[in-house]
C-alpha cells in the first residue's frame, strides 16, 4: 500500500463545510492510489465547546493544580471526538473510514504527561484497518505511555502525530494541511513580496520553526527528516502543490527554480525579548560567579536564549515577560544586570549560506543602509542571528528580505 | 480496606455546585473511613455540550448510520470528561483524587458495541490508587473489549459500571445517587401516599427495574445480587438514608419495619402498549402457523411481552408505536391480529407472595371494586402482571396500593 499522511488542524476541521472539504481531500487521495491515514486535531479554536482551549478552561475554573496526567486525559478527548466526526463525514459521502485514538493507533510515549515524546509506533492495528479499505482516522496530540496512561505530545502534537505515523508507515509523503499556502520566505505581514517556497530542506525549516516560524513544529520535521520521508505543507482551502520539504538531494537538484543558488531560503522573528547584559570579574574567581548565575537562572525556571559569553562579560536574551523575574534572581545572587527590553531576535536561514563567503558582510551592509544597530549577532553554518530592537525588526526583515530573496 | 462504590448520575453532576455537593459526600464518606471508588455518567442532559445526547446529536447530525464502533468511542468522552472535572472538583476541596477511564479501571467487555456487557473486572489499578489515599474517579457506562476497542454498556451502563466494581472490589456498599430519596412503593404522582421503602430485595427491585421503575438498571442489580454486595439507592440532594437493596435475609430479618408482612413490596407501570389477538387453526397444522408468527415477528426486529398461549389463540404485547408495523407483518405472513392499543401493564412485585393464598382474589377483588376491566393476566412466584386499558392504570395502581401497601 502506498500510504499519505494527512494531518489537518483545529481550524480545518472547525465546522461541517470544512469538514466536508477536508473529506474531498482525503477522497481524492484515495482516488489517486494513495491509502491516508489522517490525523486530526480538535475541533476549533477557543469557544467551540470541543477545543482544546475550551476543555482546559472547563477544568481551570475548577481546579488550577489539576494533575498532569488527569488533565491529558481530559485533552485527549477533544482530538477522540473530532476523530470520529470526521470518520463519520467519510461515511457520509460514501467512504470506508474508522477513527483510532492516540493508543489504538499504536502512538507508544514516555510518561512526560502534557509534554510526552513518542517511544514507538505500533501500527498494526492500522494496518489492519487500512487493509479492509477503510480510510483511518487517528486522533492527533496523544498516545499512551507503556503503562496505559493517556498522555499528550504538548504544542503541535498533532504534526508529530503525523510525522511519527509517517515514518512507521514509510508512507510516500506527510501532508500537513494548514490556513496558509505553504512556507513563505517570510512572513508576509511584514515583507509584502514574501514568497511561498515550493521546496525547502528538512534542516532549514527546522531552523526557521525553532524561530519564530508557526506553520509547523518542528519536532514534527525532525522525525520526517530522520527517517526521510517527504513533507508537504500545504492549505486545506485551495488546490495549490504547497512546500515540499525532503533531503537537500531532493530540493536542490529536483526542478525546484526557486531553490537554485539562494543563500538564504527564509526569515524569520521572534519579538518581545529582553537583553542581559551582566558584567563579571576578570579574575579566576569569575569562572564559579558564571556557574552560579546560570544555574541560579535554570533552578528558577528561567530559559535563556543567544547566549554568548566574552572575557568579563555576558550576554543572553529572555522572554520580556520573565525579564523582572530574572532580574530578582540575578540581583539576589550578587549580579547587576543591564536589561534592555523592546528586542527581537531576527533569523535568516539558508543551508545554502555554508561556506559561502561574504554572507555576514551583505547582512552587516543591508542593515546598516537602513540604520538598524546590530545589537547582537550569532551564526551557525545555516543560521544568522540578529538581535535588535524590535522598534528596527520590520526596517530589518525587509533589508533582508531584499538583500537575499526579492531578487530570484 | 473498606470501599464504598458512590454513583453518580448525569443530573447530580451537571454544574459546579452540584458537582461540590457531590464531593462532599464522597469526602464524608472518606472521614466515616470508607475508601470511596466514585462512577460518574457524562455531565447533564440534552443541551449541555458534553453529555450524552449532545455527542450523539452531534455525530448523527453528519453520517446517520456511523459504525457502533465509532459512536462508541465518542460516547464514552462524555464520562471520561465528566470524570476529569470530579477529579479535579476534589483535589481543589483538599481531596487527592485520580480519575480513569473505563478501560483504565480494568472494565473488560464483549465487543457488541452500545450494548457491551462486562466479561471481567480487573481492579489492580484502581487498587494501586487508593492504596496511594487517592479517590478513584471511574468514567461510567463504558469499557474496553479484549482487542482494545472502546465499548459503551447501553442504556443505565453507569449502574452497570458501579455493581460491576463493587462486585469485584468486595465493597460494603455501592451507593446508587439519584434525583429521587429512594425505591417508592409506587409511582408518586399516581399514588399521592406512596412510600419509600427502607429495604427491598434483590430479586424484588429487579422486576420492578424490569417492569418500567426507572431508578436503577435491573443487569446493575443482577451484578450486586451474584456476588452479595447490599446496594443503597438514596439522594444526592438530601441526607436520607434512602432504600437498602440486600438478599432477603437481611431485608426480612432486621429491623425494618415496612418490610414485615408484606405481600406486595412495590407496583410499577409501563405504558404505551397494544394488545394482540391472534387466532389459530386448533388443527395440528396451527402449531407450524404458530412458529411461523413468531418467527416473522422476530425478523423484523419486533420485541413482544406479555405472551398467553392458548388453544386457537395467542395473545401478546408490543410497543404502540410498532403496532402497525406488527400488524403489517401478520398481515403479509397471513394472519388476521385483532389489535387493542392503548393499554398499560400494571406489575405487583413482593418476594413475601410467594406461596400466600388469596393474592390474586384480593387483586382481582380490588380491581373490580373500581370497574377495572383486565385485559390478561400473568403471575410468578413474586409478581403478578395485569393488562388494563391506559385510562383505567392509575385507578388500578391506587386500587392495588390500598389493597396491599397504605395499611402498612
Known amino acids: 500500500m502506498k500510504f499519505l499522511v494527512q494531518k489537518f488542524g483545529g481550524t480545518s476541521v472547525a465546522n461541517p463545510d470544512l469538514r466536508k472539504t477536508v473529506a474531498c481531500k ?44 488527569d488533565l491529558d486525559l481530559l485533552l485527549s478527548c477533544g482530538e477522540v471526538i473530532s476523530g470520529v466526526i470526521m470518520s463519520a463525514t467519510l461515511q457520509s459521502m460514501g467512504c470506508p473510514a474508522v477513527s483510532l485514538t492516540g493508543a489504538q493507533a499504536g502512538i507508544i510515549t514516555d510518561s512526560q504527561f502534557n509534554e510526552a515524546r513518542i517511544l514507538k509506533v505500533d501500527v498494526a492495528n492500522i494496518l489492519r484497518h487500512a487493509r479492509e479499505g477503510k480510510v483511518v482516522v487517528v486522533a492527533g496530540f496523544q498516545g499512551v505511555s507503556e503503562d496505559g496512561e493517556i498522555t499528550t505530545l504538548g504544542r503541535g502534537g498533532s504534526d508529530t502525530t503525523a510525522a511519527a505515523l509517517g515514518a512507521a508507515l514509510k508512507a510516500a509523503y506527510i501532508d500537513i494541511y494548514t490556513d496558509v499556502e505553504g512556507i513563505m520566505t517570510a512572513d508576509p505581514r511584514i515583507v509584502t513580496d514574501a514568497m ?74 521572534i519579538i518581545n525579548l529582553a537583553q542581559f547584559k551582566v558584567q563579571l570579574d576578570t579574575n579566576p574567581a569569575g569562572l564559579g560567579e558564571q556557574r552560579r548565575m546560570f544555574r541560579g ?98 526596517t530589518a526583515i525587509r533589508a533582508l528580505h531584499r538583500q537575499f530573496l526579492s531578487g530570484h
Chains 1, 2 share one sequence.
Not at 547566549?307 to 525579564?323: K, M, Q, S, Y
Not at 551592509?365 to 551564526?379: F, Y
Open 26 to 69: 482525503i477522497i481524492g487521495a484515495r482516488e489517486k492510489g494513495f491509502t491516508p491515514v489522517v490525523v486530526v486535531s480538535a475541533m476549533g479554536r477557543k469557544g467551540e465547546p470541543y477545543a482544546t482551549d475550551s476543555l482546559l478552561c472547563l477544568v481551570r475554573q475548577v481546579c488550577d493544580e489539576v494533575s498532569g496526567r
Open 196 to 269: 511561498m517556497l515550493k521546496a525547502i530542506t528538512y534542516d532549514e525549516l527546522c531552523h526557521l520553526a525553532h524561530e519564530g516560524a508557526k506553520v509547523i513544529h518542528p519536532r514534527a520535521v525532525e522525525i520526517a527528516m530522520q527517517k526521510g520521508v517527504p513533507l508537504r505543507v500545504r492549505s486545506t482551502f485551495t488546490e495549490t502543490e504547497g512546500t515540499l520539504v525532503a533531503g537537500s538531494g531532493e530540493v536542490y537538484k529536483g526542478a525546484v527554480d526557486i531553490c537554485r543558488d539562494r543563500t538564504i531560503t527564509g526569515i524569520t522573528q
Open 297 to 394: 537562572l535554570a533552578l528558577a525556571g528561567i530559559s535563556i536564549d543567544f547566549v554568548n559569553i566574552l572575557p568579563g562579560l555576558v550576554l543572553f536574551t529572555v522572554r520580556e515577560d520573565l525579564a523582572d523575574k530574572a532580574v530578582q534572581v540575578l540581583e539576589n545572587t550578587g549580579f547587576n544586570p543591564e536589561v534592555q527590553t523592546g528586542c527581537a531576535k531576527v533569523s535568516a536561514v539558508g543551508a545554502g549560506m555554508a561556506g559561502v563567503p561574504g554572507v555576514i558582510a551583505d547582512i552587516v551592509d543591508a542593515l546598516t543602509r537602513k540604520q538598524v544597530n546590530i545589537m547582537q549577532c550569532n551564526d551557525s553554518h545555516t543560521t544568522v542571528w540578529l538581535l535588535v530592537k524590535q522598534d528596527d525588526m520590520e
